[in-house]
Nanobody, 129 residues
Framework: QVQLVESGGGSVQAGDSLRLSCAAS????????MGWFRQAPGKEQEFVAY???????????NYADSVRGRFTISRDNDKNTVYLQMNSLKPGDTAVYYC???????????????????WGQGTQVTVSS
């Protein structure tokens, strides 16, 4: 069983940056694809970003249109951690952010919640104008 623990959330002003971290337990983190999702009050959970497992030295990333160019997902397999660097934050980015793990290492539908096997408890991000 893999445990995921998010951190790095907080309250910031529009235009500021935050970096979220998601630490994973276990020795198999490097095999997992990882994703970030978020849920704003009164809204459904939505996909934010995805990074595949490393294959032949390369990872694949994918982003929601709403964050592409502002957010960057990355992973450090030595630290069992995936990151979400969030720049130029907007009030619309306010949500609880969740990381998720896919045990197969890759997926063609990273935006689909059912493709992920493990979930963290979430970290709150609040962006004020």
């Amino acid at each position: 069983q893999v445990q995921l623990v998010e951190s790095g959330g907080g309250s910031v002003q529009a235009g500021d940056s935050l970096r979220l971290s998601c630490a994973a337990s276990g020795r198999t983190f490097r095999r997992y694809a990882m994703g970030w999702f978020r849920q704003a009050p009164g809204k459904e959970q939505e996909f934010v970003a995805y990074v595949s497992a490393v294959a032949w030295g390369v990872t694949t990333t994918n982003y929601a249109d709403s964050v592409r160019g502002r957010f960057t997902i990355s992973r450090d397999n030595d630290k069992n951690t995936v990151y979400l660097q969030m720049n130029s934050l907007k009030p619309g980015d306010t949500a609880v952010y969740y990381c998720a793990g896919n045990r197969y290492g890759t997926t063609l539908t990273p935006e689909r919640r059912s493709d992920y096997d493990y979930w963290g408890q979430g970290t709150q991000v609040t962006v004020s104008s």
